[in-house]
């Protein structure tokens, strides 16, 4: 069965920087696009970013870009996010998501768990 | 930049009776339309795609209808365990962004 688990998460400073990682099995990791989405405490659910099968595009939330990137290994069957500068205000629970099909659909049908990010001084 | 707005914000309903939620797009967005469930303490789960589709292992008391810019998520009777936060949810090919609608509370009347 499909499993995404995301892992890295933590407590940190403003200004630092942390590492996520997602590591998916049950399915052809190479073959779907994969995106971060977080959640604030208490708030609803925001998009982050987006890389493509083969890890060639990559697309980024305007509160982000020039901050964070997305990247992947296949190889590993893993995803991450670098994020940089952080922010009080990027303080949420992160999710990896996996797209609902391998040609373009517009839905994700996976979610992980989600791992906490604190940023705080 | 599309934008998706849910209503009402807050649904108060008991167990048995039918919900009716609403997500309005700033523009047309086909039919690219999902629906999640949201528990506290717990990830999203895909209820409905491409507006209409129930996804693998979603009740039939849930369905989804609408194109354009209106749809809606309609579960016809409630059971104990539908009281959560419901979003809706597009993506289109370029940019590949996502974008979600801010939620609806569903609660226990």
């Known amino acids: 069965q499909v499993q995404l688990v995301e892992s890295g998460g933590g407590v940190v400073q403003p200004g630092r920087s942390l590492r996520l990682s997602c590591a998916a099995s049950?399915?052809?990791?190479?073959?779907?696009?994969m995106h971060w989405v977080r959640q604030a405490p208490g708030k609803g659910l925001e998009w982050v970013a987006v890389v493509s099968n083969d890890g060639r595009t990559t697309y980024y939330a305007d509160s982000v870009k020039g901050r964070f990137t997305i990247s992947r290994d296949n190889s590993k069957n893993t995803m991450y996010l670098q994020m940089n500068s952080l922010r009080a205000e990027d303080t949420a629970v992160y999710y990896c998501l996996k797209e609902g099909s391998s040609i373009f659909v517009s839905y994700f049908d996976y979610w992980g768990q989600g791992t906490p990010a604190t940023v705080s001084s | 930049e599309i934008v998706l707005t849910q209503s009402p914000a807050t649904l108060s309903l008991s167990p048995g009776e039918r919900a009716t939620l609403s997500c309005r797009a700033s523009?047309?967005?086909?039919?690219?339309l999902a629906w999640y469930q949201q528990k506290p303490g717990q990830a999203p789960r895909l209820l409905i795609y491409?507006?209409?589709n129930r996804a693998t292992g979603i009740p039939a008391r849930f369905s989804g209808s609408g194109s354009g810019t209106d749809f809606t998520l309609t579960i016809s009777s409630l059971e104990p365990e539908d009281f959560a936060v419901y979003y809706c949810q597009y993506r289109g090919n370029w940019p590949p962004a996502a974008t979600f609608g801010q939620g609806t509370k569903l609660e226990v009347k």
């Open positions: 049950g399915f052809t990791f190479s073959s779907y696009g």
């Open positions: 523009q047309s967005v086909s039919s690219y």
């Open positions: 491409d507006a209409s």
